[in-house]
């Protein structure tokens, strides 16, 4: 199948009953693996269309850096005065506070995780073709020509059959009609026979 080495939708070309078969698939490449994926595609079947979506997101990933390097900094500095808390008046604004910001750190950074997959990877679009000789999906074997076989042969004396059921009564008319002309004949010869002697 195609794209199982990827990431997305493997797509089945393998339909050995069919002529022709297309797919489109899209899936996530590696940046640096996008020539030797091409060249994997190009050897199963025609690549008739491809498109390659890169997004080019460098300066954002400096600035999400920038933001998940200081609200870490400023989770550290919470941590440091919740320690040094004199009293719980500060000690409940520091941990709220510290959760606010905890959770600003923890977007910033799966803002970053995505951005940086997006710099790793590319998106391949590709539509393939593959062109193979079409066989039977079901071929016959042995079993299928000896029963084809029994067929034709019942097949055929069963035509026979009707054929002489057919014909039977034909033939009875004629065997009538044919021993009335043999009896005619054998009297009319009979008859002359006598007056012949005379």
């Not at 679009?125 to 029994?150: C, K, M, Q, Y």
């Amino acid at each position: 199948s195609i794209g199982s080495g990827y990431t997305g939708t493997p797509v089945d070309l393998a339909d050995p009953t069919v002529a022709v078969t297309n797919g489109w698939i899209t899936v996530r490449v590696p940046a640096d693996e996008l020539t030797a994926a091409m060249a994997d595609l190009e050897q199963v079947g025609e690549v008739t269309a491809s498109s390659i979506d890169r997004f080019d997101v460098t300066d954002q990933v400096v600035d999400l850096q920038a933001r998940v390097d200081a609200a870490q900094a400023s989770v550290d500095r919470l941590v440091e005065l919740m320690a040094q808390a004199g009293s719980v008046s500060d000690l409940i604004a520091a941990e709220s506070a510290l959760a606010e910001r905890q959770a600003t750190l923890e977007s910033y950074q799966q803002q970053l995780e995505t951005l940086e997959d997006q710099v790793a990877m590319s998106s391949l679009s590709v539509s393939i073709t593959v062109r193979h000789e079409a066989v039977d999906a079901n071929p016959a074997g042995f079993w299928d020509g000896l029963v084809a076989g029994w067929n034709g042969l019942v097949a055929t004396l069963n035509g026979i059959v009707v054929a002489l059921g057919f014909l039977v009564p034909w033939i009875a008319v004629v065997a009538v009609v044919g021993g009335l002309v043999w009896g005619v004949v054998v009297l009319v010869r009979r008859r002359r026979s006598p007056a012949s002697e005379d």
